[in-house]
Every structure is written in structure tokens, then in C-alpha cells.
RNA sequence: GCCGAAGUGGCGGAAUUGGUAGACGCGGUGGAUUCAAAAUCCAUUGAGCUCAACACUCGUGAGGGUUCGAGUCCCUCCUUCGGUACCA
């Protein structure tokens, strides 16, 4: 008997593997397809951590799972290779993104299979390869055609570190979502994709979805659709100013409006008495950082533009003011004001001691009001209408602004659309072409794919634009319309366009005259399972539905939504509690795990680790512990004759009965990604194996054997290498991972003695061992009868005894 | 502020969803082996009752409640973490 050798056996296997091709996917119609995706990875300069593992590990182990139940399983990955970190980290390094990415993607290869995963690399793609790429940029074309792809000038959010635009959702606190870099506005032309005209799809069909809930509550927060009404205020200078407001039911109580600095009526509002104050007060609120003009706490500040407008259900004049805290990008950029019923005109009425006037009760009397009022109640102060309840109120008075033409019901999302131009050189380019004659011409799809020229100067000038700009041969083209001298969009796209549709390409990445092939697509998509980070809630994970309802709206595909069932795993920080990062100096590399302890332990700590979903803290001892119980699992397998002996009834019994229950537990736990409690089960089970291992009459049995090689198949999908090994030493030719998976069943997994506790007035007094199934009035009997029971009845009263299913005895008394 | 998740031994975490709290692992303690150490193996390990056994008491963030019985359900509060930030 030889030791257990790690390193050895799992360069053997892994070599073996890959010699045979193990895990090539083909399409096969005559089994069930499951699509486990996870995330795929952008290849960062670092390589992976243990904590790349709680993402991949699991879903390999699922997805070996999975085969060994019969299924054609696709589990497949690749590179989001283009994008802002990529080129970031080719700037730091000095080197051209072309090659970092070819040696991290190489890196993050070597690791990966490294810690076994068993990703098919005959279909590994690369979102920055000219045969991905040109298919991203097909989709933009599609987009583009579809009139979901245009051009606009507005406020932009950019970063002075990155030099280039943000989308909405890439700001985070204000702050690059990158970089960490402050934000700032800048007024540019983009291209953007009007993802606002899905806002109610995006929402709506998120119900059906088997995702985390906390996921879905984000993303609706995030479209944020409000309900509401809009109402138009005519001002004293003749013009229209439209409001939008969810609480029309307040239409009464608007004492004053407030429009957005930058409103368009601004100027034309202002009275000659008021110009000089307005224009200080516009001019400083440009200076304010977005930051501190957002946050909550900061005092509110206006100006009176001097003019009035009057109410449109009262025709009560009011005063227009401009304040920071309306927003000119929501809404129309300007409200009207209800102080007694919004906190926020609440503070700004205390302010300038604007007139404030319930017209929401809570009880129907009026009320000094030292705070706004926000919830629903009773109508006052509100003519005829008073004693309404404002609920029902609220339907009552937009019915009524639509019949006499000064509103109607709206609906306002949050979300914007996502700004997509990128003035950077590692992307893929927008495959437009600027004509003076013929505007704005898309590149013809044969032309595609538009190539990103390899330029030795790639950095970012800081100007707006593209470092593209200066590639004067890329840029200079014939107008495709017209055959005239034109140029080319010398933007490139966000990364996240090109992972909104990779999921898709997986399905058959070699096709060269299509994005996909649809008979493959309809054969594995949509992704049964996807698993990554929760970061990704907002940006990636909406914007990959989007793309899907738009190639289902182009009838492409036959589904709506990517993505059927969604997990998060919990993150791995550090032993010191924080992030892994390398510059905290806290990482820890599979690969130095896997030369310590072997893969296949990483593998199983990793798993045992905490719950999937849970937030976990990396302690290597519990590595280590795990190598311990390979060890012993090894010295338990590899020692025995096998095949030599018979073995009594008892013993068997005894031995198929932890055989089932370890079957029974491990298929359950696997199929609800409880791999912690599985890792546990194997532990478990092998403790109480052990207990007969000194028995040579036991291990020689074909029993022991069977048992043994049940629990072999069983941990194969969590540590492939030392379970092939044990496979083969135990007279196997044929791979461990080709086997079926075994079924458990529940009447050999039962006990024949049963632990009944029994209570008395709820706390435990003794525990009864004795055979299973006896009837009720048996058990009762033996629990009265039980001496410590007796100990705590004796000279009281039983009141009655429960014995609920036949598994406890609690007796009552008095 | 609002939304969400979670609080269980020295630590990571189990607990059939209302039924023996602490599975499994880490760490600790004692022992075996060893010249010694590492490794390995065996035993023990929630707290208290000044040693031990038996028994008993307490114990799942805090306080109430429902129940024969609560880590699990209900109410109030505290703490931590994640998301979000004047969205009218």
C-alpha cells in the first residue's frame, strides 16, 4: 500500500484526462441538456485566488454531478477580455493589451485546470478576438436597425482617471466604478442603447425568474418605476411647466414649484429683479460636485425666479423657485411642491417659510405639522372633495386633469438609457461610419468584423476622444452609401455589451457566418444555472436581459430571459476579515493550496467551508484538516483484499445502511448547492466506516467493496483526482467520472433502533432506545415508566401526554 | 434615511423547517508513538455547580409573547454586513 501521493496522482489523472478529452461536449438529443455557467471571468494581471474557487468549484462539482445523473451537461467558460481593466492594467504594465491578456488568459487556463475543473476548452471563447467581437458588433447593427442604437449630446458622467464616459449604473457613489476616481458631468455626444423601452419588460418579467430575491428587489429599484400623474402648472408668462408627481391626491396642498437649475425656463421665468441672484445661484450649483448636490443631509437651497404660476386644480397663485435638489435628468426637471406631505419641500418651505397646507389627514381634522405627512388618509382643505379618502382620491383627480386637458396619468423609471460609447482603445469598435453627405452610415454586415487596429500608442489623450482618432488609416474610409470620403465612429463599445450575449455563443463558438446556431441554441439555452458575484446585480445582469428580449423581439431566439435559475456565491475574504487583494498582501493562490494539500482537498475545503450563499473566511488550517481526512479516506480504500470473505446479516445491514443514507444526503445536498453538509456527510460516513476497518472480515467483504465504491462514486464530483485514483486501484478500467450515478433507497437508509426523547413539562429527561415503529401506547408506557421521567412525575399530576408523529414523548403535568 | 441579509461554543458552521441545540471540521487539553520534534493515532472538549460520577441549573444578540415544546413563529429593540442615495 502506497501513500496518498497528491501531487503525483493528480498530474497523472489531469494528463490522462486530457489525452481522452474527457469532458468534450457534444450536442445529443437523446439526453436532457443542462447549461451550468458561471461568470466568465475577466483575466486579471493577479491570476486566480482561493477565492475565484467559491466560484468555479462549486459549479463544477455541480456540473460533474449533473453528468453522472445522465445529463448532457455544458459547462463551458471564456474571457471577458476587452474592457477599461484590461487596458488600465496594459497601461500600468507598459505593455500592449494584446499580450497581458494573452498571458493571463493563459494563466487563469493553467489555473483553472489546475484546481480540476472540467470546463470544455474546445469551446472557450474571447470577447476580444476579432471572431467574437465582429459578432458584438453585428448585434449592435441589429440594435442600431432597430432604432435602439443612437446618438445624443448631453451631461455625461466621465472620469478624469479613465478619460472616458460612464454609464449610469458604472457610477458608484459618485465615484468610477473602476477606478474609484470622483465623477464628474461632462456635456459630450454618445451613443447610447435605449434600454429605458424594455424598463417595464425588465421589470415585469422578473417574476418568473428562479433568482435570489435580493437580486430581483435590486434590479427593480434600480429601473425604479413609479406610478404616478403628470399635471401641467401654467406660469404668469404664459408658459406651459409640466410636473410629474406619484402623489396627485396632493394636488391641493402645492403651495410653490421647484424647477432644476438647468430647466429650459428658466431664463425666461427670471424676473428682471431676480436675474442677478438666479444666475449667481445657477452658476454656483454647476461648481458643486454631483456628489455633495446628492446627498441627503446637505441643507436645501433655492432662489425665487420672481414669477408665479397657478395651481390647476385650485387656481391658487404660486411661487416658482429653482433648487439642486430637483433633478433636470428625471422627471421634466421640475415639481411642484407639497410641503405637508413631502419631507423634502417639507425642509425647503421651513426654509423660506413657504405657506404649507395639509390637505392629508390622518383623521380628517387638521393638524399642526411639525414634519411632513406621507402616508394616505383623508382629504381636506381640498373644496369639494373633501373627505375623500386619498387613495382613491388619487385616480379621482387624474381622471379629472385628463377631462379638462391639464394632465394625465404617467409612468417614470429611473433608470436611464446606458450610454455605451467608451473613448478607448481596448474595446470592440462601434461600427459606425460618419458621411458628411450621407449622416450617419452603419458598416455594411459583410464588412464585418471592423478590425481594432493594432496601435503602439494606446493611451487615452484626456481630449474626449478616442485614441482611435489617431489611427488616420482606420479612421479615413469610403462612405459605404455614397463611395465619398468619410470617417469612422472612433468610439468602442462598453465591455458590457460584449458579455451580453456570450452565454449565447457557447452553444457553438466555431460557427463563422453567424453569431449562433440556432438549432444548438434552442438545444442547451437558456442557462439552466448561472452562478457569480452579487456585484453584478445592476450592470452585467440587466443588461444581458435586455440584449436577450431584443434578439427575441428580432425572432432569433425562442426565449425572453438568459438566465432560468441565478445563484450568488457568498464571498471568501481573507484570514484577516478583509477582501483579498494584493495590496492588503492577503492572497492566497490555489496554486499554493494545491502544492500543500493537493487539488482535491482546495476543493473540498472550499465547499466545506460555509454555506454557498454565505459570506466565509478563509482559514488554511481548515484546508489542511480537510487533507488530513483524504488521507485517512485513503488508508481506509487502498489497504483491503476485497472479494475474500462473506459477512453476516448484521454487519451488512449495518454497512448498506450508512451506504443509503450518505447516498441519499449527498444527492439532496447537491441538488440544493448545500456542499458544505455534504463535505460533512462524507466525514461523517467515513467515521462511522472506520469503526469496522480494524475488522479484516469486514474489508475483505464484497459488501465493504461495494460500500467503499459507492462512496468513491459519490465524492467524485468534489475531488475528481484521489476518488479516480482509489477507482483504479480498486480494479476499475473505466473513468470514475463515466459512472452513474447511484440511487439511495430510504427503507435500507432506516434505523432499527430509534432515539425517542422524552420531556417532561418541555424539558428534556431521558432519552429512549428502542426498536422502531412500536406503537404509540408502548412508547407511552416505557417513557412513564423511564426512572429519570419518574424522578419529575412522582408526586405530580399528569395532565397529558403528546407524542407527536411517533418521534418524542412529552408528557405535561401539574 | 430607505431596501435587503444575518446574529448559535475559543473559531468556521450543523439542526429533518416547531421536536434531543452544538453534527462535521478547526483550535485546545490529556495520552500513545519518538532520543526529540513534526506527522500520525486514541481520549476529551458549551458554561456553571470550588475534584470526580450521577443528578441538576443555565445557554442560540436583548426583552416580551404564542405553544406541551421556540435557534426556528409573532411583537419591540440592539448590533454587524451588503445595496441605494433628495427619483418628486
Not at 55 to 73: A, E, H, I, L
Not at 399 to 425: E, F, T, V
Not at 768 to 777: C, D, N, R, S
Request: glycine share 6%; aromatic share 12%.
Amino acid at each position: 500500500m502506497s501513500k496518498y501521493d497528491f501531487v503525483t496522482l493528480e498530474a497523472k489523472w489531469q494528463k490522462k484526462w486530457d489525452d481522452v478529452d474527457l469532458y468534450k461536449t457534444t450536442e445529443d438529443s437523446s439526453k436532457e441538456s443542462m447549461y451550468c455557467l458561471d461568470f466568465f471571468p475577466y483575466p486579471s494581471g493577479a491570476g486566480l485566488s482561493v477565492g475565484h474557487c467559491r466560484n468555479y468549484v462549486p459549479t463544477d462539482t455541480y456540473s460533474r454531478f449533473f453528468r453522472m445523473k445522465g445529463f448532457n451537461v455544458l459547462h463551458p467558460t471564456g474571457w471577458d477580455a476587452f474592457g477599461l481593466p484590461a487596458e488600465n492594467y496594459a497601461i500600468k504594465m507598459g505593455v500592449h493589451p494584446e499580450e497581458t491578456t494573452r498571458k493571463n488568459t493563459e494563466n487563469y487556463k493553467r489555473q483553472m485546470r489546475l484546481i480540476g475543473t472540467t470546463y470544455d476548452w474546445n469551446r472557450e471563447v474571447n470577447s476580444s478576438s476579432p471572431e467574437y467581437y465582429k459578432w458584438t458588433q453585428w448585434f449592435f447593427l441589429l440594435l442600431f436597425e432597430k432604432g435602439l442604437a443612437y446618438q445624443d449630446y448631453g451631461s455625461q458622467w466621465w472620469c478624469d482617471d479613465c478619460k472616458t464616459v460612464l454609464a449610469n449604473e458604472q457610477v458608484e457613489d459618485g465615484k468610477c466604478w473602476r477606478c474609484g476616481h470622483e465623477a464628474r458631468k461632462k456635456d459630450l455626444k454618445q451613443w447610447f442603447f435605449k434600454i429605458t423601452e424594455y424598463a417595464d419588460r425588465l421589470i415585469d418579467d422578473l417574476d418568473d425568474l428562479d433568482w435570489p430575491e435580493p437580486i430581483k428587489i435590486m434590479q427593480r429599484n434600480w429601473i425604479n418605476r413609479s406610478h404616478g400623474a403628470k399635471a401641467v402648472f401654467k406660469a404668469e408668462t404664459g408658459d406651459d411647466i409640466e410636473i410629474f408627481t406619484t402623489r396627485p391626491d396632493t394636488l391641493f396642498g402645492a403651495t410653490y414649484m421647484v424647477l432644476a437649475p438647468e430647466h429650459k425656463l428658466v431664463p425666461k421665468l427670471t424676473t428682471p429683479g431676480q436675474k442677478e441672484e438666479i444666475e449667481t445661484y445657477i452658476k454656483e450649483s454647476a461648481k458643486i460636485s454631483e456628489i455633495d448636490r446628492l446627498s441627503t443631509d446637505k441643507e436645501k437651497t433655492g432662489v425665487f425666479t420672481g414669477s408665479y404660476a397657478t395651481n390647476p386644480v385650485n387656481g391658487e397663485r404660486i411661487p416658482i423657485w429653482i433648487g439642486d435638489y430637483v433633478l433636470a435628468s428625471y422627471g421634466t426637471g421640475a415639481i411642484m411642491c407639497v410641503p405637508a406631505h413631502d419631507t423634502r419641500d417639507f425642509a425647503f418651505a421651513k426654509k423660506f417659510d413657504l405657506p404649507i397646507v395639509e390637505v392629508v389627514s390622518p383623521d380628517g381634522n387638521p393638524h399642526e405639522l411639525s414634519d411632513a405627512y406621507t402616508e394616505s388618509g383623508i382629504m381636506i382643505n381640498s373644496g369639494e372633495y373633501d373627505g375623500k379618502n386619498s387613495e382613491e382620491f388619487k385616480k379621482i383627480i387624474t381622471d379629472w386633469l385628463k377631462a379638462n386637458g391639464k394632465g394625465d396619468q404617467d409612468i417614470n423609471y429611473k433608470m436611464r438609457d446606458w450610454l455605451i460609447s467608451r473613448q478607448r482603445y481596448w474595446g470592440a469598435p462601434i461600427p459606425i461610419i460618419h458621411c458628411e453627405k450621407c449622416g450617419t452610415v452603419p458598416v455594411p454586415k459583410k464588412d464585418l468584423p471592423v478590425k481594432l487596429p493594432h496601435i503602439e500608442n494606446f493611451e487615452p489623450a484626456g481630449d474626449g476622444k478616442s485614441p482611435l482618432a489617431r489611427a488616420t488609416e482606420f479612421v479615413n474610409v469610403k462612405c459605404p452609401k455614397c463611395g465619398g470620403d468619410a470617417k469612422r465612429e472612433t468610439d468602442t463599445m462598453d465591455g458590457f455589451a460584449c458579455s451580453s450575449w456570450y452565454f449565447l455563443r457557447f452553444a457553438s463558438p466555431h460557427v463563422h457566418d453567424k453569431a449562433f446556431d440556432s438549432e444548438k441554441v434552442k438545444y442547451w439555452l437558456p442557462v439552466d444555472v448561472y452562478v457569480g458575484g452579487a456585484e453584478h446585480a445592476v450592470m452585467h445582469l440587466i443588461y444581458a436581459r435586455f440584449w436577450t428580449k431584443v434578439i427575441f423581439d428580432a425572432g432569433l431566439i425562442d426565449f425572453k430571459e438568459p438566465f432560468t435559475k441565478l445563484l450568488n456565491q457568498g464571498m471568501l475574504l481573507a484570514s484577516d476579515h478583509q477582501k483579498m487583494s494584493k495590496s492588503k498582501g492577503n492572497v492566497v493562490t490555489p496554486d499554493s493550496m494545491v502544492e500543500k494539500y493537493g487539488a482535491d482537498a482546495l476543493r473540498g475545503y472550499i465547499l466545506f467551508m460555509g454555506p454557498f450563499e454565505g459570506e466565509v473566511i478563509w482559514d488554511e488550517k481548515g484546508c489542511a484538516g480537510v487533507h488530513r481526512f483524504l488521507g485517512r479516506l485513503w488508508e481506509m480504500v487502498t489497504g483491503n483484499e476485497y472479494d475474500v470473505g462473506g459477512l453476516d446479516e448484521k454487519t451488512e445491514t449495518e454497512l448498506r445502511r450508512i451506504q443509503h443514507k450518505l447516498i441519499l444526503k449527498v444527492t439532496s445536498d447537491l441538488e440544493n448547492f448545500r456542499f458544505n453538509t455534504s463535505v460533512s456527510a462524507f466525514m461523517e460516513s467515513y467515521n462511522n466506516l472506520f469503526k469496522y476497518f480494524e475488522n479484516k472480515e469486514v474489508t475483505n467483504s464484497k459488501v465493504w467493496r461495494e460500500v467503499i465504491e459507492t462512496y468513491l462514486i459519490l465524492l467524485a464530483p468534489i475531488c475528481p483526482y484521489i476518488t479516480e485514483e482509489m477507482w483504479e486501484s480498486v480494479g476499475h478500467t473505466e473513468s470514475i467520472h463515466k459512472q452513474m450515478w447511484p440511487k439511495g433507497d430510504s427503507s435500507l437508509a432506516k434505523d432499527d433502533v430509534v432515539k425517542i426523547p422524552v420531556q417532561v413539562n418541555g424539558k428534556l429527561r431521558d432519552v429512549l432506545e428502542i426498536e422502531a415503529g412500536l406503537p404509540e401506547e408502548k412508547l407511552k408506557e416505557l417513557a412513564l415508566a423511564s426512572e429519570s421521567v419518574q424522578r419529575h412525575i412522582a408526586d405530580k399530576q399528569v395532565l397529558k401526554v403528546i407524542i407527536p408523529k411517533g418521534k418524542l414523548v412529552s408528557i405535561v403535568v401539574k
